[in-house]
């Protein structure tokens, strides 16, 4: 009986694409040259993010806030880089629901963020979206949402509007190291890139998503990388440095106004506090935690260039009371504000009278 014949050996399969080589990529992006008076702008925003945030979860302690609160201490360099160099009332905004800080740099007053986070009337969304939910159209606001990654997909489709309005507008989509991982995300990235939409997606790399860190969850940790596959270029970015993170939003705003699509940002930052308020971050230590704060908060390395170039501490004194000012301030506003009426709950459900 005559021997089957040995097939041929296959030649090896490349497990590199060389068609990612040709991608196009912007230049690598240069630490923002800040003037002072545009240093101190910075250093005042995000401070103010921080004390809000500090005097947010004071009132989430005494049952003043309800639900659910997201804090963003720790991760305020990015959205003030990012925001700042934004077109207000051309571009647009949204976010997932650590959203306090984005929604303040979006102009809108600290007594109202902070009204809607105790639920009153007089909150930007009439106290029915409270931390999580707030929105404002009027200020380009379109939302932190609750879902996770459902940002991602609706600031697909707001880039897809500035892009079919020719508003010349570009959307500024935000969402976690969690997020990353959503189905939905890659196919926002696929429409986004196939339509050339204005869009930059934020990735908010704090390590930990709810409480499970990058090393163990995504089996590519380097997260500027996700959009390689849909020919969508990355950059990763220091996100406890303000400086940086302006110079790689002017990057990514000239990319993205020239037509060119959609552009991902990794932010490398870190948050402080747990997910939430009634997250106890046992899946990391207090040593990590402080070992961060040391090296790298965002406000204190931002200060000691201020003070490097002729900033003195009776200035910076005189910034941290004026802050404390304005949250103490927006805190008794929300605190005297009334409940909204019962008859809130049947408004705001349909765009027209049906």
């Given amino acids: 009986m005559a021997k089957a014949a040995v097939p041929a050996k296959a030649a090896p399969v490349s497990v590199t694409s060389p068609a990612l080589a040709d991608i196009e990529r912007p230049a690598a992006p240069v630490r923002f040259k800040a003037s002072q008076d545009e240093m101190l702008e910075f250093y005042k925003q995000m401070l103010l993010i921080r004390r809000f945030e500090e005097k947010a979860g004071q009132l989430y302690g005494l049952g003043l806030i309800g639900g659910f609160c997201h804090l963003y201490i720790g991760q305020e360099a990015v959205a003030v880089g990012l925001q700042s160099a934004l077109s207000i009332g051309k571009d647009s905004v949204i976010t997932g629901y650590r959203d306090h800080g984005h929604m303040l740099l979006c102009n809108i007053p600290p007594k109202l963020v902070m009204a809607e986070l105790t639920g009153r009337a007089a909150g930007i969304s009439k106290g029915k979206g409270g931390s999580m939910h707030m929105f404002s159209v009027e200020h380009g606001f379109y939302g932190g949402h609750g879902i996770v990654g459902a940002q991602v997909s609706l600031g697909t489709?707001?880039?897809?509007?500035?892009?079919?309005?020719?508003?010349?507008?570009?959307?500024?989509?935000?969402?976690?190291?969690?997020?990353?991982?959503?189905?939905?995300?890659?196919?926002?990235?696929?429409?986004?890139?196939?339509?050339?939409?204005?869009?930059?997606?934020?990735?908010?790399?704090?390590?930990?998503?709810?409480?499970?860190?990058?090393?163990?969850?995504?089996?590519?940790?380097?997260?500027?990388?996700?959009?390689?596959?849909?020919?969508?270029?990355?950059?990763?970015?220091?996100?406890?440095?303000?400086?940086?993170?302006?110079?790689?939003?002017?990057?990514?705003?000239?990319?993205?106004?020239?037509?060119?699509?959609?552009?991902?940002?990794?932010?490398?930052?870190?948050?402080?506090?747990?997910?939430?308020?009634?997250?106890?971050?046992?899946?990391?230590?207090?040593?990590?935690?402080?070992?961060?704060?040391?090296?790298?908060d965002p406000i204190e390395g931002l200060k000691k260039e201020l003070e490097a170039g002729g900033a003195t501490e009776e200035q910076m004194k005189?910034?941290?009371?004026?802050?404390?000012?304005?949250?103490?301030?927006?805190?008794?506003?929300?605190?005297?504000?009334?409940?909204?009426?019962?008859?809130?709950?049947?408004?705001?459900?349909?765009v027209g009278n049906y």
């Fill in 157 to 296: 489709g707001l880039a897809f509007g500035h892009k079919y309005k020719g508003d010349g507008g570009v959307c500024l989509a935000y969402f976690g190291d969690g997020a990353s991982n959503q189905g939905q995300v890659f196919e926002s990235f696929n429409m986004a890139e196939l339509w050339k939409l204005p869009v930059i997606y934020v990735i908010e790399n704090n390590n930990y998503a709810m409480g499970t860190s990058v090393a163990r969850s995504s089996a590519e940790a380097k997260l500027s990388r996700r959009g390689e596959s849909f020919r969508i270029p990355g950059i990763e970015v220091d996100g406890m440095d303000v400086l940086a993170v302006r110079g790689a939003a002017e990057e990514a705003l000239e990319w993205t106004r020239a037509g060119k699509g959609p552009i991902i940002l990794e932010m490398k930052t870190y948050r402080y506090r747990g997910h939430s308020m009634s997250d106890p971050a046992k899946y990391r230590s207090r040593d990590e935690v402080q070992a961060v704060r040391d090296k790298s």
């Fill in 318 to 350: 005189a910034i941290d009371k004026e802050i404390r000012g304005i949250v103490a301030e927006a805190a008794d506003f929300a605190e005297q504000s009334p409940e909204p009426e019962l008859g809130e709950l049947y408004t705001d459900i349909l």
